[in-house]
């Protein structure tokens, strides 16, 4: 069974920090991944994707990928209260495989 | 271009019937997956269709059921209900089905209560 792990939360972290975010997958041979953050009430939106092939920088968020160790991170950096949501991690193992979500972690920005 | 748009938004339903959710994907997509989301359980995967084909199931029971027809849109539905069926139902969509353009893009969601 294909697993995708966020690490346990919930997160705090004060205004202007950097917010550092993990996930864990079983599949080696997964090729993208995705960041969702999810405000409460409110449905995922992607904030971030990247391909097994490197890492990604997008404003203050950075997306990495350790494929020896299997994990991707996202990287929240000057951190705001606005960003005080649930962090969803997906992974796509390829073609005819479906998309798997880990549980997602919620993050706390603290002003 | 108009998001992926989910109907009805809220939903009352009482134990034993019946209920019918609808998904429009993005213009152009094609791809339309299916995800169940408590506070327990998070999000869970229930199926994806892909072309009127259903790709993937996940490990749901049979009262769960879907399709998707012609222009891409999605149903799926719910018999016999259980208080347990009380979520959040999430419906994506993306231009392919599976491989690295599988980007997929939520709609609203449909709130389901159970009584």
């Known amino acids: 069974q294909k697993e995708v792990e966020q690490n346990s939360g919930p997160l705090s972290v004060p205004e202007g920090a950097i917010a550092s975010l993990n996930c864990t997958y079983s599949?080696?041979?997964?090729?993208?991944f995705f960041w969702y953050r999810q405000y409460s009430g409110k449905s995922p939106e992607l904030i971030m994707f990247i391909y097994s092939n490197g890492d990604k920088e997008d404003g203050r968020f950075t997306a990495q990928l350790n494929k020896a160790s299997q994990y991707v991170s996202l990287l929240i950096r000057d951190s705001q209260p606005s960003d005080s949501a649930t962090y969803l991690c997906a992974v796509n193992a390829g073609a005819n495989s479906k998309l798997t979500f880990g549980k997602g972690i919620t993050l706390s920005v603290r002003p | 271009k108009a998001g992926v748009t989910q109907t009805p938004r809220y939903l009352i339903k009482t134990r034993g019937q019946q209920v019918t959710l609808s998904c429009s994907p993005i213009?152009?997509?094609?791809?339309v997956s299916w995800y169940q989301q408590t506070p327990g359980q998070g999000l869970q995967f229930l199926f994806e269709y892909f072309s009127e084909t259903q790709r993937n199931k996940g490990n749901f029971p049979g009262r769960f059921s879907g399709r998707q027809f012609s222009n891409s849109r999605s149903e799926m539905n719910v018999s016999t209900l259980e208080l347990g069926d009380s979520a959040l139902y999430l419906c994506?969509?993306?231009?392919?089905?599976?491989?690295?353009?599988?980007?997929?893009?939520f709609g609203p969601g449909t709130r389901l209560t159970v009584l």
């Open positions: 599949d080696r041979g997964s090729q993208s």
């Open positions: 213009s152009g997509h094609r791809s």
């Open positions: 994506a969509s993306s231009r392919v089905a599976g491989g690295p353009g599988d980007t997929q893009y």
